[in-house]
């Protein structure tokens, strides 16, 4: 069984690949998933990037507020049933990069970023708000992710303009050049591709193991060359 207390984190730009590599690292090792809201769970989504750019202040705070509370409440349930844990995107992300991104581009009112950030060093101090004991960044060249963003064709993100995936990527790329909260393994999305050669998490298990030694479980549940009845 996995051990009490460990969690692992997997971050990165949209379209690089996180819940795919999150699933699969969690079949691997016996993890739980803690994965991030999907588009039917979240009613600000779709009117957000569907709106016009000077439209987008009316949903921005609500967009962050319901990715806050999504947060609380995954971090409560790890907490509460214990065990071991992957999670598809973390906290720092939705405030350091995406809610200091909108107050930056004025999308955010000063007064609006002000009350999220109460609430998110509320987050930070509580008591289940334990750092990731691995964070494993996902990062790619801005026009290999906007590709991957097409393809998938989600339609609150198929008509952002360029300029808002070259700002999130620069963002993405400060923020983990800053990131010092817990260790980072970082992963370039060129140099695998889990849904056309699914055998490619062997290499990135073992990696992981390398790092998370003794932690990680010794008897992995989804060996090489297993496949599913």
Same mark, same amino acid.
């Given at each position: 069984?996995?051990?009490?207390? *460990?969690?692992?984190?997997? #971050?990165?730009?949209?379209?690089?690949?996180?819940?795919?590599?999150?699933? /699969?690292?969690?079949?691997?090792?016996?993890?739980?998933? #803690?994965?991030?809201?999907?588009? +039917?769970?979240?009613?600000?989504?779709?009117?957000?990037?569907? #709106?016009?750019?000077? /439209?987008?202040?009316?949903?921005? @705070? !609500?967009?962050? $507020?319901?990715? $806050?509370?999504?947060?609380?409440?995954? *971090? !409560?349930?790890? !907490?509460?049933?214990?065990?071991?844990?992957?999670? +598809?995107?973390? =906290?720092?992300?939705? %405030?350091?990069?995406? %809610?200091?991104?909108?107050?930056?581009?004025?999308?955010?009112?000063?007064?609006?970023?002000? $009350?999220?950030?109460?609430?998110?060093?509320?987050?930070?101090?509580?008591?289940? /708000?334990?750092?990731?004991?691995?964070?494993?960044?996902?990062?790619?060249?801005?026009?290999?992710?906007?590709?991957?963003?097409?393809?998938?064709?989600?339609?609150?993100?198929?008509?952002?303009?360029?300029?808002? =995936?070259?700002?999130?990527? %620069?963002?993405? #790329?400060?923020?983990?050049?800053?990131?010092?909260?817990?260790?980072? @393994?970082?992963?370039?999305?060129?140099?695998?591709? $889990?849904? !056309? +050669?699914?055998? /490619?998490? +062997?290499?990135?298990?073992?990696?992981?193991?390398?790092?998370?030694?003794?932690?990680?479980?010794?008897?992995?549940?989804?060996?090489?060359?297993?496949?599913?009845?």
């Amino acid at each position: 069984m996995p051990p009490k207390s *460990m969690l692992l984190a997997v #971050a990165g730009m949209v379209g690089t690949g996180k819940t795919t590599l999150t699933r /699969a690292l969690a079949q691997r090792f016996g993890l739980q998933m #803690a994965l991030e809201s999907v588009d +039917d769970e979240n009613p600000w989504l779709t009117p957000f990037y569907g #709106a016009e750019s000077n /439209a987008q202040q009316e949903y921005a @705070l !609500r967009l962050q $507020l319901h990715f $806050l509370a999504t947060r609380f409440h995954s *971090m !409560r349930k790890m !907490r509460a049933l214990g065990g071991g844990w992957i999670l +598809d995107r973390t =906290w720092y992300e939705d %405030a350091e990069i995406f %809610a200091h991104g909108l107050y930056e581009s004025s999308v955010m009112s000063a007064h609006e970023y002000e $009350l999220y950030q109460r609430l998110y060093v509320e987050l930070l101090t509580g008591p289940a /708000a334990r750092p990731p004991r691995l964070l494993i960044y996902l990062q790619g060249s801005l026009d290999l992710v906007v590709a991957r963003i097409g393809q998938r064709g989600r339609e609150a993100e198929r008509d952002m303009p360029p300029s808002y =995936w070259k700002s999130l990527h %620069a963002r993405y #790329a400060t923020w983990i050049g800053q990131f010092r909260r817990c260790p980072v @393994l970082r992963l370039d999305i060129r140099d695998y591709d $889990l849904l !056309r +050669d699914p055998a /490619a998490i +062997d290499e990135i298990a073992a990696t992981v193991r390398l790092r998370l030694e003794p932690e990680i479980p010794q008897t992995e549940l989804w060996p090489s060359g297993f496949t599913e009845p």
